[in-house]
C-alpha cells in the first residue's frame, strides 16, 4: 500500500513539518557553535517559507548543495548567511540569547508537531483494530 494513501494530507504536512524543524535546528545550532568566531555571518532559515513550498512538495529531501535542502523538486528551502550591520566587535553576528531563543521555540513546536502526528497514528491504529 503506497504511504500517500495511508496518511492523510494532515500526517503528510506533519511529516514535512518535522523535517524542516530538523534542519532548522541544525541551523541555529550551527550558529550556537560558532558564536565566539571570528567573522562568522550567522545562518538563516525562512521556516514559514519553506513549509509553505514543502505543502505542494511530495515530500521534503536533502539536496546536494550544501547550503539547500529540497522540498520536492522544484521548490527549496534556502539556508543563507545573514550579513547584517549589527555585528559584535569580531565582526561575528551571533547573539548568542537570541539563538538559543530560537533553538528553544523549534524545539517545542517539534515536539508539538511530533505529538500531533502520534495522535494521528492512534487514530489510524484504532481504526484498524476495530475493523479486525
Sequence with gaps: MR??????????????EMTLRV???????????????PGYARL???????????A???????ATHRRHMQAGSDA????YRERAQRVIGDGNNVVLEQEMK??????????????????????LKTVIQERA
Design 56 to 62: 505542494g512538495a511530495r515530500e521534503v529531501q536533502a
Design 76 to 79: 527549496p528551502a534556502v539556508v
Design 102 to 123: 530560537e533553538l528553544a521555540e523549534n524545539q517545542l513546536r517539534y515536539e508539538a508537531a511530533v505529538q500531533l502526528f502520534n495522535k494521528k497514528l492512534n487514530m
Design 44 to 54: 538563516r532559515m525562512d521556516f514559514e517559507t519553506a513549509l509553505t513550498r514543502a
Design 3 to 16: 504511504m500517500d494513501v495511508l496518511f492523510d494530507d494532515t500526517m503528510q504536512m506533519l511529516s514535512r
Design 23 to 37: 534542519l532548522k535546528h541544525q541551523v541555529i545550532s550551527a550558529n550556537i557553535a560558532n558564536a565566539e568566531t
